[in-house]
């Protein structure tokens, strides 16, 4: 990893602590959070020609804080404020040392935003993705992304929200975003959705060390409990998902023994504590077919059936595409890849261009030997997807079927 790469990664985790700290110190998050976003750009130019500081939290706290005087001082209706900043400034070296991160991750998720707003803050102010990346995620374009981030920061100071771990039932109304924001870091991190690299380890253990503080606060909450497991049993396979040059391997393929056995362990002890007694729900559903793939020693001994049923019953609690998309999978591996294609032929409207969906169909065809035509969608899908180990995996299974007849 370049130096540019480590301080990268650093300025993304430490990115929460200090708006955290901002927040709590002074208020006012929307100020806040653009004065750790300049903050973070002068460490992005400084950092790797001058040498990390002693203490890159504080300096970065340090920073932030004196951009944010420097914006209230810059407004004269607002001089109070700038009295009272100058009067909380810390002497220097002097940085606290409290992770707000999760009373962060709440305040974004306020009610008084939309859920996509709530996303969209949640991702840039605790998952560090920057407002180009959550564009791309929510495919739309950046400018409009940017507007929406500054609405919604608006629209919590007009709110008048306080910045401390909402009480017990506020927390309930708010978890279900929560652990929506946690997950769809997580994927991120997983299977980053553009660039070199298949995936962000700094994204997937930030949104795995969230989700563990969640779960220490509401241990009795089943689908919290669900989430966290299924963040364990996917994240044991990272391991062996990739070859040393970064190309992806796929499930089937993976040497087994490298997977984390300590994670699986402590993901299918959760499962199994969890499931016989909470309501169940989407991630404990999808925390336990991930068990099931984990559990087995070889790709063929997998228990499809189990895993068909499990997504029977998801698709009952969470219906949706992907869901049906995956359950065609495990549908062709119980009564054959003809009866998997069928079912994809359900999502030709709602997953159109999609590059998942012609990525499985491609495989599916290739089981059912129509070599020309899983060629044809391999190369669709990889037209289509903007991770490059992805693009250069589906090319090769592509290339492998041979030349097309006429070329």
């Given at each position: 990893?370049?130096?540019?790469?480590?301080?990268?990664?650093?300025?993304?985790?430490?990115?929460?602590?200090?708006?955290?700290?901002?927040?709590?110190?002074?208020?006012?998050?929307?100020?806040?959070?653009?004065?750790?976003?300049?903050?973070?750009?002068?460490?992005?130019?400084?950092?790797?020609?001058?040498?990390?500081?002693?203490?890159?939290?504080?300096?970065?706290?340090?920073?932030?804080?004196?951009?944010?005087?420097?914006?209230?001082?810059?407004?004269?209706?607002?001089?109070?404020?700038?009295?009272?900043?100058?009067?909380?400034?810390?002497?220097?070296?002097?940085?606290?040392?409290?992770?707000?991160?999760?009373?962060?991750?709440?305040?974004?998720?306020?009610?008084?935003?939309?859920?996509?707003?709530?996303?969209?803050?949640?991702?840039?102010?605790?998952?560090?993705?920057?407002?180009?990346?959550?564009?791309?995620?929510?495919?739309?374009?950046?400018?409009?992304?940017?507007?929406?981030?500054?609405?919604?920061?608006?629209?919590?100071?007009?709110?008048?929200?306080?910045?401390?771990?909402?009480?017990?039932?506020?927390?309930?109304?708010?978890?279900?975003?929560?652990?929506?924001?946690?997950?769809?870091?997580?994927?991120?991190?997983?299977?980053a959705s553009a660039g070199p690299d298949l995936?962000?380890?700094?994204?997937?253990?930030?949104?795995?060390?969230?989700?563990?503080?969640?779960?220490?606060?509401?241990?009795?909450?089943?689908?919290?409990?669900?989430?966290?497991?299924?963040?364990?049993?996917?994240?044991?396979?990272?391991?062996?998902?990739?070859?040393?040059?970064?190309?992806?391997?796929?499930?089937?393929?993976?040497?087994?023994?490298?997977?984390?056995?300590?994670?699986?362990?402590?993901?299918?002890?959760?499962?199994?504590?969890?499931?016989?007694?909470?309501?169940?729900?989407?991630?404990?559903?999808?925390?336990?077919?991930?068990?099931?793939?984990?559990?087995?020693?070889?790709?063929?001994?997998?228990?499809?059936?189990?895993?068909l049923g499990l997504y029977g019953l998801l698709e009952r609690f969470a219906p949706g595409?992907?869901?049906?998309?995956?359950?065609?999978?495990?549908?062709?591996?119980?009564?054959?890849?003809?009866?998997?294609?069928?079912?994809?032929?359900?999502?030709?409207?709602?997953?159109?261009?999609?590059?998942?969906?012609?990525?499985?169909?491609?495989?599916?065809?290739?089981?059912?030997?129509?070599?020309?035509?899983?060629?044809?969608?391999?190369?669709?899908?990889?037209?289509?997807?903007?991770?490059?180990?992805?693009?250069?995996?589906?090319?090769?299974?592509?290339?492998?079927?041979?030349?097309?007849?006429?070329?």
């Open positions: 990893m370049t130096a540019d790469a480590r301080a990268e990664d650093l300025l993304r985790s430490l990115a929460p602590q200090v708006l955290g700290a901002l927040v709590r110190r002074y208020g006012h998050f929307d100020a806040c959070e653009d004065a750790v976003q300049e903050a973070l750009l002068a460490a992005a130019r400084q950092w790797p020609q001058e040498g990390l500081p002693e203490s890159p939290r504080g300096w970065l706290i340090t920073v932030a804080s004196r951009r944010l005087a420097d914006h209230w001082r810059s407004e004269e209706a607002r001089r109070h404020r700038e009295e009272a900043v100058a009067a909380l400034e810390p002497p220097p070296g002097e940085t606290p040392d409290r992770d707000d991160t999760l009373t962060l991750l709440f305040l974004c998720c306020h009610p008084a935003l939309s859920a996509p707003s709530q996303l969209a803050l949640t991702l840039r102010a605790v998952g560090g993705l920057t407002t180009a990346e959550i564009a791309h995620a929510f495919l739309v374009p950046e400018s409009t992304m940017a507007q929406r981030i500054s609405r919604a920061k608006q629209r919590i100071r007009a709110a008048g929200a306080r910045f401390d771990l909402p009480h017990e039932t506020e927390r309930a109304e708010r978890l279900r975003v929560v652990l929506q924001v946690l997950y769809l870091i997580f994927n991120e991190g997983y299977t995936q962000r380890t700094d994204l997937t253990a930030e949104a795995i060390r969230l989700t563990r503080e969640l779960h220490r606060l509401m241990p009795e909450d089943g689908e919290t409990t669900g989430l966290l497991a299924l963040m364990l049993l996917t994240d044991a396979r990272r391991p062996a998902r990739t070859r040393t040059d970064g190309s992806l391997v796929p499930l089937a393929e993976q040497d087994r023994a490298a997977w984390d056995r300590a994670a699986i362990k402590e993901g299918t002890d959760l499962v199994a504590a969890t499931l016989p007694h909470a309501v169940p729900g989407p991630y404990q559903l999808q925390a336990a077919i991930a068990a099931v793939h984990d559990e087995a020693e070889r790709a063929e001994d997998t228990d499809w059936l189990q895993i595409p992907m869901v049906t998309l995956n359950r065609a999978v495990a549908l062709a591996m119980v009564d054959g890849p003809l009866a998997g294609l069928a079912l994809l032929a359900e999502l030709d409207d709602t997953l159109r261009g999609h590059h998942r969906l012609d990525a499985v169909r491609a495989h599916l065809l290739e089981q059912a030997g129509d070599p020309e035509a899983a060629r044809t969608a391999y190369r669709a899908a990889a037209r289509r997807t903007t991770s490059l180990p992805e693009r250069r995996y589906l090319e090769s299974r592509a290339a492998r079927l041979g030349r097309p007849s006429g070329e």
